[in-house]
């Protein structure tokens, strides 16, 4: 990759290799390196169980990354196997774009995160999407059940330590900057699309195309 000043600005003294970053910040301890499991135990599974949000990362085929939230009531992705879970896709916006990245290539990356708790689970692995009924009807909520489900061969699990949620007090409120002033998602669509509307007309807009569906 060319890294060159106009894209990363004045800035000098790059690290270059993984000689100069395990220089910098010294080596993991074994008992960090052999943490990494290669299918989902109790524990794994456990937390996964009371995870209602994780993120997804998949890569489209020119190798530019995505990141995607997936978010629904606690348990909604299931482990069907030390190596197997799934999870059910609710309606959005349409885009699929990790979905259209795992057509091309299948591996995926997901970080699962549980309310109040500073560790995190990073799981490794390939994923289909799949149209099997049964598996569909499994994840129904309000008795409706999913057009698809994404099903995810895991290869690595690991915990992640709670560091970075301590520092950014993430599960404190008491500790959250005001956020008011922050445009919501209709006027970012407004704004960024360039729609000739309000941000309350834009959301009455979709109201009545019926866009806005949460399963």
């Known amino acids: 990759m060319d890294h060159t000043a106009d894209q990363f600005g004045a800035f000098t003294d790059f690290l270059t290799s993984k000689e100069d970053l395990e220089a910098l910040s010294g080596p993991p301890l074994p008992q960090i390196l052999s943490k990494e ?41 299931k482990v069907l196997g030390p190596t197997l879970m799934a999870l059910p896709d609710r309606p959005g916006n349409k885009r699929m774009d990790s979905f259209h990245n795992l057509l091309e290539d299948p591996r995926i990356g997901l970080l699962f995160l549980v309310p109040g708790r500073g ?63 922050l445009a919501d998602m209709n006027a970012a669509m407004v704004k960024h699309a360039h729609i000739q509307m309000k941000p309350d007309e834009w959301f009455q807009h979709l109201l009545k195309k019926g866009e806005i569906d949460l399963y």
């Open 119 to 181: 560790e995190t689970l990073r799981v490794r692995g390939t994923a289909r999407l799949c149209r099997d009924q049964t598996l569909l009807d499994s994840m129904a909520i309000n008795k409706r059940s999913p057009k698809l489900a994404l099903l995810v061969h895991v290869r690595t699990a690991f915990m992640h330590c709670p560091k970075c949620i301590m520092r950014s007090r993430f599960w404190q409120p008491e500790k959250w900057e005001d956020t008011s002033d």
């Open 37 to 77: 499991l290669q299918e989902l135990d109790e524990i794994c599974r456990d937390f996964i169980a009371k995870s209602p949000m994780c993120i997804l990362a998949t890569a489209n085929p020119g190798g530019h990354l995505d990141l995607s939230p997936r978010g629904d009531p606690p348990g909604f992705v």
